[in-house]
């Protein structure tokens, strides 16, 4: 069964203090991997999509990255405006369903 | 371009009851897609639909029925509303079903009393 587990469950930096985020994940064939952010009382909102081993994708101070095992979600130098909780989900063979992790509560002070 | 709307945005509701959430999406994607999300539980799929006409039964479809007439719309109903259908529930589409992305509505927050 396909399955994702996202750490850490929270995570507090300091403004200006790079980290990532992990997502480890167990799938049948690979069809995507999605990393969405989600704001209070909000609709996920699609962040990246990467389909295979070695992609990287960029936006802003985001970097996402994709490994056959897990996908990191690096943070440089987060403003406030970066707290959110950020969800991963893949898409695997035997489905159309996205399976999500339970995502990383991410909070950014001043 | 508004994407996706749901509606109503929030709603309590006695046991028994039955309710449709309405769920409109205006970029001409052909699959849709219900989601529910529960505190510790994360997103889990309820039903989709690859196109116009086609429905299928995803992660947790029971007490719940869709529909699709057509492209655009594709409603979630529940006949007899329980407590343990309490949740935020979301709508969401894509242009194809392998691979492509996802988007999301805003969110029905639904209370089952």
Redo the contacts between chains.
């Keep these: 069964e396909d399955q994702v587990t996202q750490s850490p469950e929270a995570l507090r930096l300091q403004e200006g203090e790079s980290s990532s985020l992990n997502c480890s994940y167990t799938v049948s064939g690979l069809r995507g991997l999605f990393w969405y952010r989600q704001d209070p009382g909000k609709g996920p909102e699609f962040l990246f999509t990467l389909y295979s081993a070695g992609e990287e994708k960029e936006k802003e101070r985001l970097k996402a990255t994709l490994t056959k095992k897990e996908s990191f979600l690096h943070i440089t130098a987060p403003k406030p405006e970066d707290s959110a909780t950020y969800l991963c989900a893949v898409q695997g063979g035997r489905g159309n369903k996205l399976v999500f992790g339970a995502g990383t509560i991410l909070r950014v002070k001043s | 371009i508004a994407g996706?709307t749901q509606a109503p945005t929030s709603q309590i509701l006695a046991a028994g009851r039955r309710m449709t959430l309405r769920c409109t999406q205006d970029m001409r994607h052909n699959?849709m897609?219900w989601y529910r999300q529960d505190l510790?539980?994360?997103?889990?799929?309820i039903h989709?639909s690859?196109t116009a006409g086609t429905t299928g039964k995803?992660?947790v479809p029971d007490g719940y029925s869709v529909s699709r007439a057509n492209t655009d719309d594709f409603p979630l109903t529940l006949a007899s509303a329980v407590p343990s259908q309490t949740s935020v529930y979301?709508c969401a589409s894509s242009e194809g079903?392998?691979?492509?992305?996802?988007?999301?509505?805003?969110?029905t927050r639904l209370t089952v009393l």
Excluded at chain 2, 97 to 107: D, E
Aim: hydrophobic residues 35%; proline residues 4%.
């Design positions: 996706i699959a897609y510790g539980l994360g997103l889990r799929l989709y690859n995803g992660e979301f079903v392998w691979g492509h992305t996802q988007y999301f509505g805003p969110g």
